[in-house]
RNA sequence: GCUGGUGUGGCUCAAUGGCAGAGCAGCUCAUUCGUAAUGAGCAGGUUGUCAGUUCGAUUCUGACCACCAGCUCCA
């Protein structure tokens, strides 16, 4: 007999050899259909697992994320034993579980169509029918390389090879005549796949190198009751329609023409008010908080882009202006500001009682990304930023990092993202040396430092391997679009190495010069990409401080449009954006208008109102909310406005 | 850049190898109205661009451009 600590701490004796599924059975029929996997001792294995010896025991559901993972993971093997069924020719690549679903990668001749998918989603009802158990199997590398060669499946040749010469056993796991390499863990049978559904296929690079094969990737989600699966796919749906893409262009934020070229969006009037609610509101924020205004050149020489290195590390992102082989002179579109704010820093030679020294700029930047990289607003060729770079000492580093991060926290509360963001710690790739520049050591010091600053402010982070600047790590907080894709929406990095490269020095105390400690931040992102989220989130219906249009007011009849005039210019001396609808058109329609374009406020002015001295005071998303005398409704929206009250 | 898809008035969408049509929006006139669409009329298109096939192309073919989803890359 063995014995089983169960959750809670229970303690259970069971025979020797007696797996979780049966241990799950026992405990109840509902824990036993709804086991996916388990966790012996605290790692995931699958429910067939024979217990040997004392253990802790958690038997997972589809509510937890391992089982969660297990379940959908088997779901991409149902796919790929779907396709293998339909199209015997096809290689198999990878197929994991991802948030929300799974995916399979295939190598086939022909790209999979929507309408392949429906026949695939038929093959595979008939897996999940066939209710096919999956049994786990260990074999040496050889034979499985010979299975592999066998099959012709070289892709699962090329990472069972990976494994050649360390012992090792290789894992497959078997599903009626399908077999798989995988690591597992699984659930115990195809059966249980109750509702999933293939959402799209696309293509994608083998091991997600862009030199190596494009495969046919098809995406899937699954769950374990029909309704959640449709209920998910109707919220991803909803999701769809705050898109900013479309959205923002619907309600006239931006739109492109094709002259002018990709990525390069234009502002239409109600977009840029927002970018410049946003821009002076950051700009003040900053300059009280020791932050200085520069406004430097949007190009340079190469010379300067040669000594930051982004000739040698960023030239393809860059918009040259001349040739090189022709031109005595090359120029550069900037696309980052950091070299030129290091030239107001070398204006003059610097203290340390110089230092901290905190350049800020609304700073407009040029990449010129590759023509299928461009989304919207979140991903364009120009685009402004709040930049900055500060030059500190060793010392002040982290304290001025807590700065800059605390920053970044107001800024996100105010416009009301704070929830919606993560943060990634983005470090350099060791084994990737071309992209990065400077000695592991100075990496080591540098990531060093943003740990020790970051595990000291407790930041939840996860770590991005490769994902730091050429030159030095950061902090990435990053956000979901509509779609669930992830993009950084500000960043803040610690530079040790750039410094040097430009001669920027400071006098210490002792009278030694040294090279100051620079931190690359923004605080609220680059204008454009924080509009497109806040499109998003907010479906296009601003907050009242941000709405570009705050007020409409809307005179019953003509009769009454000289008092609404009245009323708008003294709106208007308070700084409120306010219109006056003056059409000859019936009440409804103008209420019908203004709600279509998401106006927080709409003032309706009748006979009534003028007899009484009050408005009548639509408020978006409430509707009527009933008569006020012009000073409440001013004194309240005063208010809200300056208190930036998020609905 | 790669894979797949899309491109018809400002917007949403019809239609066709033979004069491109509707609704909404716009403009004009009438209406002066109380909480999400008043009525009538008018105007608006070289069917993304450029080639090719054809007696004739918006429709078929090709190249390019732009837009969309994904991959790669990135703020």
New binding site residues.
């Given amino acids: 007999m063995i014995k089983v600590t169960l959750k809670g701490g229970t303690v259970k004796e069971y025979q020797e050899g007696i797996s979780a599924m049966e241990i799950a059975k026992d405990l109840g029929m509902g824990l036993y259909k709804a086991a996916c996997v388990c966790k012996i001792d605290g790692k995931t294995a699958d429910l067939r697992t024979p217990l040997t010896n004392d253990c802790e025991l958690q038997i997972l559901t589809f509510d937890d994320d391992d089982g969660k993972y297990a379940f959908r993971h088997t779901a991409s093997h149902i796919l790929a034993q779907a396709v293998k069924r339909l199209y015997p020719e096809a290689k198999l690549a990878i197929g994991p579980a991802i948030d929300n679903g799974f995916y399979y990668d295939f190598d086939v001749d022909v790209?999979f169509?929507p309408e392949v998918l429906e026949k695939i989603e038929e093959e595979m009802k008939k897996i999940v029918k066939e209710a096919l158990p999956l049994e786990k199997y260990e074999i040496d590398v050889d034979e499985a390389l010979k299975w592999a060669n066998d099959a012709g499946e070289i892709y699962k040749a090329e990472l069972i090879s990976e494994h050649a010469g360390k012992g090792e056993k290789i894992t497959f796991y078997k599903q009626g005549e399908f077999n798989e390499l995988c690591a597992g863990p699984h659930i115990p049978d195809t059966g249980r796949i109750k509702a999933f559904k293939l959402t799209?296929?696309?293509?994608?690079?083998w091991r997600?190198?862009?030199n190596k094969k494009?495969l046919?990737?098809i995406?899937g989600t699954a769950f374990t009751k029909k309704d959640e699966m449709e209920a998910y796919l109707a919220a991803v749906e909803e999701a769809k329609k705050r898109?900013h893409?479309k959205l923002g262009?619907?309600l006239g934020y931006f739109t492109?023409v094709?002259v002018i070229?990709?990525?390069l969006p234009i502002l239409l009037p109600k977009g840029a008010r927002v970018i410049q609610l946003l821009q002076r509101f950051v700009e003040d924020e900053e300059q009280k908080r020791g932050w200085q205004l520069t406004k430097t050149p949007f190009m340079a020489k190469s010379d300067l882009y040669k000594i930051s290195g982004h000739w040698d590390h960023y030239k393809d992102?860059m918009f040259v202006l001349g040739d090189e082989e022709k031109d005595d002179e090359v120029y550069a579109l900037r696309p980052m500001t950091c070299p030129f704010q290091y030239q107001a820093y070398l204006n003059k030679s610097r203290s340390y009682r110089d230092l901290p020294l905190r350049y800020n700029e609304t700073s407009t930047l040029f990449?010129n990304?590759?023509?299928?990289?461009?989304?919207?607003l979140?991903?364009?060729?120009q685009?402004t930023?709040s930049e900055g770079h500060l030059m500190c000492t060793p010392e002040q580093l982290e304290d001025e990092f807590k700065k800059c991060l605390e920053l970044a926290m107001f800024m996100l509360k105010t416009v009301g993202l704070y929830e919606d963001v993560s943060f990634r710690f983005s470090q350099w790739d060791p084994d990737d040396r071309e992209?990065y520049i400077g000695t592991t050591e100075q990496w080591d010091e540098a990531q060093g430092s943003m740990k020790k600053i970051l595990d000291h402010l407790g930041i939840n982070y996860k770590i991005g391997v490769?994902?730091a600047?050429f030159y030095g790590p950061k902090l990435?907080i990053q956000i979901k679009n509509v779609?669930?894709?992830?993009?950084?929406?500000?960043?803040i990095q610690i530079d040790q190495m750039l410094a040097k490269n430009f001669g920027m020095e400071y006098v210490d105390a002792d009278g030694v010069k040294k090279n100051p400690y620079i931190i690359h931040r923004?605080s609220i992102?680059?204008y454009?990409?924080t509009l497109a989220l806040l499109i998003e989130k907010y479906a296009g219906a601003f907050p009242l401080w941000l709405a570009p249009e705050q007020i409409r007011l809307l005179p019953?009849?003509?009769?009454h449009q000289e008092y609404a005039e009245g009323i708008r210019q003294k709106l208007d001396s308070l700084g409120f954006r306010v219109t006056c609808d003056n059409r000859?058109?019936?009440?409804?329609?103008k209420?019908?208008e203004a709600?279509?374009e998401k106006i927080p406020y709409?003032l309706?002015?009748?006979?009534?109102?003028i007899e009484n001295g009050t408005l009548?005071v639509?408020r978006r998303g409430e509707?009527?909310i009933g008569?006020m005398t012009t000073d409440d409704y001013t004194s309240m929206i005063l208010k809200e406005n300056a208190e930036k009250v998020i609905w």
Avoid: W
Wanted: with cysteine; net charge negative; aromatic share 6%.
């Fill in positions: 790209p169509t799209s296929c696309t293509g994608a690079y997600g190198d862009s494009m046919q990737r995406y898109d893409n262009r619907e492109t094709d070229g990709q990525g992102g990449r990304e590759a023509s299928g990289e461009m989304h919207g979140i991903r364009v060729r685009f930023i992209k490769g994902e600047a990435d779609f669930g894709k992830e993009d950084t929406l500000i960043t923004t992102g680059c454009e990409r019953i009849s003509d009769r000859s058109e019936k009440i409804g329609y209420i019908r709600q279509l709409m309706l002015i009748g006979d009534k109102e009548s639509r509707g009527d008569a």
